[in-house]
């Protein structure tokens, strides 16, 4: 579902006449390229005449060619409808009305002799579009003797607007067609009368019809008029440039690729059409792809997606929609369609990855599928990650099978990110550490979530071990302050707790008494307890599922951009299984396609 379109015309540039139209039956050259019909009729028939949607201006065309077996087809228009950068082609018989069928423009051509700056006659460009089928409409161009003279009847049909141009605009967003003679003509041009109705701004790029052979064709293509939409209208004619260019335009064929069957895909009547409007009519999925468009760093990707997590598996189900259905072949093995992880999740360091797809396949793809544990390896589980079977089930079995691969042989038994900390782990306290993570209890209340922490032998050695390295990197001494005492737990006492400043405290203290001078956080750590999780994220593209920028195809182009995988950061402090495996390897876990 798009906005609907807001009209910006801009000053168009002075058309100089060229040609050899007859003297007496020449009117004044237009001063003027200008862009509905004037005095014509709601046109509910020409579904072929579309509207060309440009940054700044709204052009008309004619679908005159459509290729259904690849999803391409091609619109005849005005070359200085395409000076502006055309973004997509609208088909409607009101282009902002919600029926609009939008088109991905994937290029355009117009001819080799126009010059805006100079001569204008030959106003035409074909722009080829993605997403035609079977049902998309098309009126031929002519392609032989159009058999037009003076006073011939030619029908004109366009959205411009239905007032004249000194007027204030009437925002028309509808078709028009209006009847009209011819009042001159040569190989190249057609003009006819304004006077009493034509076209004007917004038409321009539209089709001049005539019957031939008892067949409806373009024979002429919208280009300037005269006055204030009042004096003459001049288009280009068809027949003056189809053996010597546009045959050629329109015999021209384009290459196939994954991002042309993307384009078709995700453009007109795709099939993968349905999938991006569930996108858009969902609040949370909209926002993410809006968030999306302002970003140009992995950051802003990241945070966009952490922002509008709820539209996340909307979004992704539009690239699964053309990885593993409609493109699934073309894009096999292509850099926007990766394969997804053979296990759910597959981590950068390849002996790891390897090892662990080899012996931990399955618990991996059960991570991978578990809400909750694959936001544990994101960074993103939270307390959950302690009690999650999932979890420790994969952690379990990277720790017995794959621990030389992924660098998990610590025989200290815990590691930090923070080198202070792990050099104090590692060089004091490694006996300590080892035998705090062998025993479930010592490793649960190292984790935070043990039970009896307090009377923990091998605990309190550990901690204590810790506070005897230099300059506490660990953070495990008790804190001091007559001001502000700031830790990473939750303050519980049996006593009282004085201070002169601010307790702020997220973990878990004693049962002791604070004072003015001392608030004693017992054998509790504000940096090694760690839930298991991890402090960094993760790059969630499994399976090609990357976020897209609207810079290409009409409405941008080529919109995906992969979020890159990033190594986490942890606490200092003890990592556990997870943590470790994190620190060694950015892992991707896989979206379900």
Same mark, same amino acid.
């Given at each position: 579902?798009?906005?609907? @379109? ?47 949607? #440009?940054?700044?201006? =709204? ?9 259904? #077996?690849? %999803?391409?087809?091609?619109? @005849?228009?005005?070359?200085?409808? =395409? ?57 031929? !161009? ?24 000194? +007027? ?19 190989? +190249? ?41 009042? %004096? ?13 260019? +546009?045959?050629?335009?329109?015999? %021209? ?34 926002? @993410? ?18 922002? /509008? ?12 929609? !053309? ?46 599928? $578990? ?78 979530? %043990? ?25 495990? +001494? ?27 405290? $997220?973990?878990?203290? $004693? ?8 608030? /004693? ?73």
């Amino acid at each position: 579902m798009r906005s609907t @379109l807001v009209r910006t015309l801009p000053l168009l540039l002075m058309l100089s006449v060229v040609g050899c139209i007859d003297a007496e039956s020449t009117p004044d050259a237009p001063s003027a390229l200008e862009q509905a019909i004037i005095n014509g009729t709601i046109d509910n028939t020409h579904d072929a005449v579309i509207t060309v949607a #440009s940054q700044n201006s =709204v052009c008309s065309g004619t679908i005159v060619q459509t290729q259904p #077996s690849r %999803g391409i087809g091609w619109v @005849l228009t005005a070359a200085h409808c =395409v000076t502006d950068n055309p973004q997509y082609i609208v088909q409607a018989d009101d282009y902002s009305s919600q029926s609009a069928i939008y088109y991905d423009i994937i290029d355009w051509e117009d001819h080799p002799a126009y010059d805006p700056r100079g001569d204008t006659t030959f106003d035409f460009a074909v722009i080829r579009f993605a997403g035609a089928s079977a049902s998309t409409p098309v009126t031929p !161009v002519v392609t032989g003797n159009d058999g037009l003279a003076r006073n011939s009847a030619v029908t004109s049909v366009g959205f411009g607007r239905t007032t004249r141009s000194d +007027l204030p605009s009437d925002d028309n967003s509808q078709r028009y067609r209006i009847t009209r003679n011819l009042s001159a003509l040569d190989d +190249l041009l057609l003009v006819y009368s304004l006077s009493g109705g034509g076209i004007c701004q917004g038409d321009s790029g539209g089709p001049v019809l005539a019957t031939i052979g008892g067949q409806e064709r373009v024979v002429g293509v919208h280009s300037s008029v005269t006055g204030e939409c009042t %004096g003459d209208g001049y288009s280009g004619r068809v027949s003056g440039v189809y053996s010597t260019w +546009l045959s050629g335009v329109l015999a %021209g064929q384009v290459q196939e690729s994954c991002d042309l069957c993307r384009q078709v895909a995700q453009s007109g009547s795709g099939g993968c059409v349905n999938t991006i409007n569930a996108c858009f009519q969902d609040t949370a999925c909209s926002a @993410l792809v809006e968030c999306l468009n302002g970003c140009t760093t992995d950051a802003c990707y990241t945070r966009c997606a952490d922002t /509008n997590a709820a539209g996340v598996d909307k979004y992704f189900a539009i690239n699964s929609c !053309v990885c593993d259905d409609v493109c699934a072949d073309i894009c096999a093995g292509d850099a926007a369609c990766p394969a997804p992880p053979a296990c759910g999740i597959s981590f950068a360091d390849e002996p790891c990855n390897s090892c662990l797809e080899g012996a931990c396949c399955a618990p991996m793809q059960t991570c991978a599928d $578990n809400a909750t544990c694959s936001s544990c390896l994101s960074g993103d589980g939270g307390t959950a990650c302690n009690t999650n079977t999932q979890l420790d089930a994969f952690s379990t079995c990277a720790q017995d099978q794959c621990a030389a691969e992924c660098g998990l042989e610590n025989t200290c038994g815990f590691s930090a990110q923070d080198a202070g900390c792990g050099t104090c782990i590692d060089n004091t306290c490694c006996d300590a550490g080892a035998a705090c993570a062998a025993d479930t209890a010592c490793a649960a209340c190292a984790g935070g979530t %043990g039970q009896g922490c307090d009377t923990n032998r091998l605990f309190a050695s550990f901690f204590d071990c810790l506070g005897t390295c230099s300059g506490d990197p660990c953070g495990v +001494l008790p804190a001091a302050n007559n001001g502000t005492v700031t830790n990473n737990g939750t303050v519980t006492n049996n006593g009282t707790v004085t201070n002169n400043g601010t307790v702020t405290n $997220n973990g878990t203290a $004693n049962n002791g008494t604070a004072n003015n001078g001392t608030v /004693n956080n017992g054998t509790a750590n504000n940096g090694a307890a760690n839930n298991g999780a991890n402090n960094g994220f993760v790059d969630n593209n499994g399976g090609g599922d990357g976020f897209i920028d609207d810079d290409d195809g009409g409405r941008g182009g080529s919109r995906r951009t992969s979020c890159s995988t990033a190594t986490p950061t942890a606490s200092p402090g003890g990592l556990g299984i997870v943590g470790l495996l994190l620190a060694v390897a950015a892992v991707v876990v896989a979206r379900r396609r």
